[in-house]
């Protein structure tokens, strides 16, 4: 089956963004409809999410303003902070109109629904 | 000479204790976290995205903080048949348990989730806190 949706060679891209920038953690799984992509973008309000479609590529960028809390000493850091930016090549398939995208608890949904002429069809067999 | 008394116990070596004692990370199961420290106690951030706040399971004792819960995988709309593409978000149980380097006073623990990292502000018990005692003058 040929990827619906495929990673970009050079997925994250230089960004204009100062600082760290992460790549967030995607889970995409395909039905026959659609294919849904959830992305993990802790401390990512849901304002501060942005998805672009261009030329075929999906960027997905999630901007984090949060900081440290004040008057305390740094003991220990496993994760940084910083903005989320990842690309993806969608495939013709995808129906870019019909797009949806939710952010919930940090993770970004999006619902990438198959354009109608890309959607199996069964075809009955008459006998004859 | 009896290195368990509080007396050999100065602010910093507690703080090295402090690091010790968080127990390692196995990256791939548990959850990250960030902590700061302060007069009065700590602030511990966790990432924890995409979990709901009535999965999360925290508890203190003595100075032990244990995080626990369980990360769901999202549900597709129907049951329908599908294909993973990609397949890094983390899901099930975890727990994991931090070690601070005092008592924690369990009245004072104050825990928010949002935005899919969670926060949880804790103070010293004020019987651990240390004391200047005034030298009084013979």
Known sequence: ??????????????????????????????????????????????????????????????????????????????????????????????DPDKIEAKMTNGVLRLYLPKRESAKPRSIKVNVA | MNWSSPFYRDLNSLFREFDRMLTPVDRDTMPRVNIWTHDDGAVINVELPGVEAEDLDISVHENRLTLAGTKNPLPLDSEQEFTWHRNERLTGSFSRTLALPFRIDPDSVVAEYQKGILTVKLAQEEADKPRQIEVTAM
């Open chain 1, 1 to 94: 089956m040929q990827d619906v949706i495929n990673r970009k060679d050079q997925e994250v891209q230089e960004s204009k963004a100062p600082g760290h920038t992460l790549r967030p953690r995607v889970d995409i799984r395909e039905t026959e409809e659609a294919v849904y992509l959830e992305a993990e973008m802790p401390g990512v309000a849901q304002e501060d999410v942005d998805v672009r479609l261009e030329d075929g590529e999906l960027q997905i960028l999630g901007r984090v303003s949060l900081t440290g809390p004040a008057d305390c000493e740094r003991r220990r850091t496993e994760y940084a902070c910083g903005n989320f930016e990842r690309v993806f090549r969608l495939a013709e398939t995808i």
